[in-house]
């Protein structure tokens, strides 16, 4: 799979236009704890393009303030946003019984644990990007990569599947299956490509956000 600053143009902009439908179907369907969840495409799509300046600077056609900018806010929604997004939405969102609600608060606070450590490491360290193998690796210097990545995943992955809806469970073992995918292809660019599947997996969210509810499970009073 190449990537280029056209095709992050071309996924943004489809999946920003998504995104948008989505936070207008979640309100038009009187659904607002799905508000946040139903935010995920807008904000993925929004940073495919900003991916787009990332490519251009790496490329030398962006001048370096600016690309140092676009890195940053890359840096932002995939590393510290994403991990406290996704479990926040799904726990919003979700009707599952009092164990699973309980599981999936742990997910919150482990998204925090994970958010934590890699805000401080952005604001503190300059986000580097290069070009590889028509992929971008970004360099970030966060400590312990390894166990912040687990946590990273457990915390999104993790709460969509345990989310008690078809459609969010769906979604959480594409984005699981394109975790591995990108392990195994595109391991120095791992985050960037990841994130980019996430974004056209999150597609799936459109009609989710304007469906019924589901059967109510055996909620505890």
């Known amino acids: 799979m190449c990537w280029s600053a056209q095709a992050d143009l071309v996924v943004g902009s489809a999946v920003t236009t998504v995104g948008v439908l989505c936070l207008v179907r979640a309100h038009r369907a009187g659904r607002p704890e799905r508000l946040p969840l139903a935010a995920l ?7 495919q393009l900003i991916e787009a300046a990332v490519w251009l600077g790496a490329d030398g056609d962006l001048p370096t303030a600016p690309a140092g900018w676009a890195r940053t806010a890359w840096a932002v929604i995939a ?4 991990p406290l997004l996704v479990p926040i939405g799904v726990r919003c969102a979700a009707r599952v019984d009092r164990p699973r609600q309980r599981l999936l608060t742990g997910l919150v606070i482990l998204g925090l644990l994970v958010a934590v450590p890699l805000a401080h490491t952005i604001a503190t360290h300059p986000v580097g ?21 687990s946590g990273y995943l457990l915390a999104t992955v993790g709460s969509l599947l ?23 292809l595109w391991q120095l ?6 994130c980019a599947l996430a974004a056209l997996a999150s597609v799936l969210l459109l009609r989710w956000t304007a469906s019924s509810l589901p059967a109510p499970g055996p909620l505890s009073s």
């Open 41 to 47: 495409p807008l904000v993925l799509g929004i940073h």
């Open 79 to 82: 590393l510290p946003l994403l």
């Open 129 to 149: 990007a290069t070009a590889h193998a028509h992929t971008l690796d970004y360099s970030l210097g966060a400590p312990h990569p390894a166990l912040l990545l």
């Open 162 to 184: 345990l989310s008690g809806e078809r459609r969010l469970r769906q979604l959480g073992l594409l984005t699981g299956i394109g975790a591995l995918v990108c392990a195994l």
């Open 189 to 194: 660019a791992f985050v960037s490509t990841w």
